[in-house]
Nanobody
């Protein structure tokens, strides 16, 4: 069973940047999804960014052009580079993994993932 763990959260002022990391307990197969999700106060969990088979990337409209998802296969690590952060980005951020499922899966839908981290808090102040 794949285990994932996030790190890199923290507090930053509006306009600042953070990089989140997600380490996986084992190498993943070519047919796999890795995703970043967040849960803002009073809101349901939502997809932020996802990557399929280490190459195809998908982003929520709210973060396009500001966030970048990437992976380092050798380190079994996924990253979320977050730029131009705004107070509305304040949330608990989670990484998730799914092995198998095919490229047509909705990678930004939380219910499509089987393995979740505990989350890391990101707080953006104005």
């Amino acid at each position: 069973q794949v285990q994932v763990e996030e790190s890199g959260g923290g507090s930053v002022q509006a306009g600042g940047s953070l990089r989140l990391s997600c380490s996986a307990s084992q190498s993943t197969y070519s047919d796999h999804w890795l995703g970043w999700f967040r849960q803002r106060p009073g809101k349901t969990r939502e997809g932020v960014a996802a990557i399929y088979a280490g190459r195809d990337t998908y982003y929520a409209d709210s973060v396009k052009g500001r966030f970048t998802i990437s992976t380092d296969v050798g380190k079994r690590t996924m990253y979320l580079h977050m730029n131009s952060l705004q107070p509305d980005d304040t949330a608990m951020y989670y990484c998730a993994a799914r092995v198998l499922g095919g490229s047509r899966l909705d990678g930004l839908w939380p219910d499509n993932y089987h393995h979740w981290g505990q989350g890391t808090q990101v707080t953006v102040s104005s």
